[in-house]
């Protein structure tokens, strides 16, 4: 549930993001559909709030992605070039969880 723009949110099994709101009469409306960039394993895509707006996703790959849905972007972090000996090179985000 995205409090802010009191719509629910839910990632479909083939990986598109879809918003609904639902109006005072009982009235459902798609507010908006997105297909998730995932990499080779969608159906190991885990994700979380990270944030008012933010939803923050990984899927076994050495980049944990975060989606902005009040801004309609998405930025990218990655575990390559952290530190001077590349120790994460090769690493996979399996999880993410924010608190």
């Given at each position: ?19 609904f709101s639902l ?59 952290i530190d001077e ?15």
């Amino acid at each position: 549930y995205y409090r802010e723009k009191d719509v629910v949110v839910l990632v479909t099994k083939s990986v598109i993001l879809v918003q609904f709101s639902l109006s005072a009469d009982g009235k459902v409306t798609n507010e908006s559909k997105l297909k998730l960039s995932c990499g080779p394993t969608p159906e190991k895509l885990q994700g979380c709030w990270a944030g008012p707006g933010l939803l923050a996703t990984c899927s076994h790959e050495s980049i944990l992605r975060i989606w902005n849905l009040a801004d309609d972007e998405n930025y990218i972090l990655s575990l390559q070039g952290i530190d001077e000996r590349n120790s994460l090179s090769g690493d996979k985000v399996t999880s993410v969880d924010y608190n």
